[in-house]
T-cell receptor, first 112, second 114 residues
């Protein structure tokens, strides 16, 4: 059974701080890693994806992947109240792109 | 932009009724998925399809069936709705690009079974 775990929330950070969201996965064959943001009552939307070890930056967001440790993280710099949402980590390793496994999500609150 | 459209945002049904949830995507994606999302349980895969008339069971297929007669359309069917199927249902699609394709989600269908 493939599993994806995320740090339990809710996570609260003050506005302007760095929010750090963590995710571990059990399947060493996993190849692709995604971070989705989900606002309350809305569907998930993709923030970032990462395939290779190391860091990937996109604006205020940085994804970090360490396949040896089976660990992926998302850093949000200069957090804003609009970043308050649930963040879902998803892992994919299937041949047809169908083996997406989601973590339970971490709820982030950015306090003004 | 990829658009995944779910036919109903909110439905209220009675126990034992047959329920159809429809999903259409406009980007010629090979893969389509049905998830349900419940508080504390996260997103759970019900069924997926990687081609017309093809379907594969996900983690929680019991009580559900699916139909994919055309590439752009993937339907979820609850043959006899029960109260424990009250949930948010999310349809998603992805292109076949090996393991790197991302999921594009519809807006969700919130089903209440009384």
């Amino acid at each position: 059974q493939k599993e994806v775990e995320q740090n339990s929330g809710p996570l609260s950070v003050p506005e302007g701080a760095i929010a750090s969201l963590n995710c571990t996965y059990s399947d060493r064959g996993s190849q692709s890693f995604f971070w989705y943001r989900q606002y309350s009552g809305k569907s998930p939307e993709l923030i970032m994806f990462i395939y290779s070890n190391g860091d990937k930056e996109d604006g205020r967001f940085t994804a970090q992947l360490n396949k040896a440790s089976q660990y992926v993280s998302l850093l949000i710099r200069d957090s804003q109240p609009s970043d308050s949402a649930t963040y879902l980590c998803a892992v994919n390793g299937g041949d047809y792109g169908q083996n997406f496994v989601f973590g339970p999500g971490t709820r982030l609150s950015v306090l003004p | 932009d990829v658009k995944v459209t779910q036919s109903s945002r909110y439905l209220v049904k009675r126990t034992g009724e047959k329920v159809f949830l429809e999903c259409v995507q406009d980007m010629d994606h090979e893969n389509m998925f049905w998830y349900r999302q419940d508080p504390g349980l996260g997103l759970r895969l019900i069924y997926f399809s990687y081609d017309v008339k093809m379907k594969e069971k996900g983690d929680i297929p019991e009580g559900y069936s699916v139909s994919r007669e055309k590439k752009e359309r993937f339907s979820l069917i609850l043959e006899s709705a029960s109260t424990n199927q009250t949930s948010m249902y999310l349809c998603a699609s992805s292109p076949y690009t090996g393991s790197t394709g991302e999921l594009f989600f519809g807006e969700g269908s919130r089903l209440t079974v009384l």
